[in-house]
Antibody
Framework: QEQLVQSGSELKKPGASVKVSCKASGYPFTSFAMNWVRQAPGQGPEWMGWINTNLGNPTYAQGFTGRFVFSLDTSVSTAYLQISDLKAEDTAVYFC??????????????WGKGTTVTVSS | EIVMTQSPATLTVSPGERATLSCRASQSVSSNLAWYQQKPGQAPRLLIYGASTRATGIPARFSGSGSGTEFTLTISSLQSEDFAVYLCQQHNNWPLTFGGGTKVEIE
């Protein structure tokens, strides 16, 4: 079945980097965009942006430029989120979500289970 | 960016009863609205897109309505597995934005 499998939880110190992976299976990886969503503890989700899995070009939401990088390895149907110079406020669960455009609508219909990133000294 | 506001923050309902959740957009999003269900420690699950179209496999007791700035998610007869947080999200303008959620809890 269609699914996204994310990498495991990470505990990092401030200033370090982290790379979260999201491996797709059960569907043609390059046929759908991949979105990234952050959910801080006790908060609603926040859309970080998306990457065109066919062309490889990323689009970042405001607030997620500079330290955040979306990338792909299409040979293994995997999307990545890298965060550099980690700060305590980056502590959150990070989700990947498949973007689907249908009938003029765009929504996220398949989600990974989330990767918890904890930033603490 | 478009701000999505959900109400109430918490809705206390008995199993078998009807639940009505609201979502308001700060400007028109046409019918470009999705609803998700999220349980603790889990990813959001798509319920509705295009304001009223149920996603694949979603039971008929979930229905969405509205357009423009006012939207409603109705759960006609709450089952035990429906107690969760419900999120609305607009997909009319970038950036995509979510509401803060309505928690549906058992009375």
């Amino acid at each position: 079945q269609e699914q996204l499998v994310q990498s495991g939880s990470e505990l990092k110190k401030p200033g370090a980097s982290v790379k979260v992976s999201c491996k797709a299976s059960g569907y043609p990886f390059t046929s759908f965009a991949m979105n990234w969503v952050r959910q801080a503890p006790g908060q609603g989700p926040e859309w970080m942006g998306w990457i065109n899995t066919n062309l490889g070009n990323p689009t970042y939401a405001q607030g997620f430029t500079g330290r955040f990088v979306f990338s792909l390895d299409t040979s293994v149907s995997t999307a990545y989120l890298q965060i550099s110079d980690l700060k305590a406020e980056d502590t959150a669960v990070y989700f990947c979500g498949r973007g689907r455009a249908a009938g003029g609508y765009y929504y996220m219909d398949v989600w990974g289970k989330g990767t918890t990133v904890t930033v603490s000294s | 960016e478009i701000v999505m506001t959900q109400s109430p923050a918490t809705l206390t309902v008995s199993p078998g009863e009807r639940a009505t959740l609201s979502c308001r957009a700060s400007q028109s999003v046409s019918s470009n609205l999705a609803w998700y269900q999220q349980k603790p420690g889990q990813a959001p699950r798509l319920l509705i897109y295009g304001a009223s179209t149920r996603a694949t496999g979603i039971p008929a007791r979930f229905s969405g309505s509205g357009s423009g700035t006012e939207f409603t998610l109705t759960i006609s007869s709450l089952q035990s597995e429906d107690f969760a947080v419900y999120l609305c999200q607009q997909h009319n303008n970038w950036p995509l934005t979510f509401g803060g959620g309505t928690k549906v809890e058992i009375e």
